[in-house]
């Protein structure tokens, strides 16, 4: 299957910090990124979609303005946590869909785990 | 509101043995039942999917079973191994057009192959 790499897999930040996550397709162009975030032992929440060079849809009760998603190209879309606190803390995950009208699965990245101190 | 009801939540197998997990929807426009793999503290990994104008589709000991008129569908693991022991998820998925399709996970079923 298609790669996509995220970035960092692990980060820990102080309290009132910003947090910058990247997602890459590796080998494909990917029109539309999602963005995940799962709890321990919880299923993945979908927190917003990215299509790239447009402003991405939040889904309800995700804040835009401390969840901030740029999808600038094809290959890249980043997750930014604005003034971090200790219950964002969470592993976010990325997923990318191929621009192409026949694929339509959609792959993902390997997680980034966020403390915040 | 769930829009995939899988089921059991927790499975237990012994190796060698097939572990079934299933899946019911209410959807009939849902046109894409995929199946994910998780192990902790990694991304889900796309297993197998089916499109409902095929009633099985088979990847090595991976197996889809499709059933149309009664909105199920579920995932056989043939010879099951402790390395296949991981949370299994069958999100919903639905949009249209390229690149629009949304997954939307459920609790998912977290499988355990003992020796």
């Known amino acids: 299957g298609a790669v996509v790499s995220q970035h960092p897999s692990w980060v820990i930040c102080k309290s009132g910090t910003s947090v910058k996550i990247e997602c890459r397709s590796l080998?494909?162009?990917?029109?539309?990124m999602f963005w995940y975030r799962q709890f321990p032992k919880q299923s993945l929440m979908l927190m917003a979609t990215s299509n790239e060079g447009s402003k991405a849809t939040y889904e309800q009760g995700v804040e835009k303005d401390k969840f901030l998603i740029n999808h600038a190209s094809l290959t890249l879309s980043t997750l930014t946590v604005t003034s971090a606190h200790p219950e964002d803390s969470s592993f976010y995950i990325c997923?990318?869909?191929?621009?192409?009208?026949?694929?339509?699965?959609?792959?993902f990245g390997q997680g980034t785990r966020l403390t915040v101190v | 509101q769930q829009q995939v009801k899988q089921s059991p939540q927790s499975l237990i197998v012994q190796k060698g043995g097939i572990s079934i997990i299933n899946c019911a929807y209410e959807n009939t426009a849902f046109d894409y039942f995929p199946w994910y793999q998780q192990f902790p503290g990694k991304g889900p990994a796309l297993l197998i999917a089916i499109r409902p104008d095929v009633s099985e589709k088979k990847e090595g000991r991976f197996t889809i079973s499709f059933n149309k008129s009664a909105k199920q569908f579920s995932l056989h693991i043939m010879d099951s191994q402790p390395g296949d022991s991981a949370t299994y998820f069958c999100?919903?998925?639905?949009?249209?057009?390229?690149?629009?399709?949304?997954?939307?996970f459920g609790k998912g079923t977290k499988l355990s192959v003992i020796p």
């Open positions: 997923s990318a869909r191929s621009w192409a009208p026949t694929q339509i699965e959609a792959f």
């Open positions: 999100p919903s998925s639905e949009g249209s057009g390229a690149g629009s399709y949304q997954l939307t």
């Open positions: 080998d494909f162009q990917a029109t539309t």
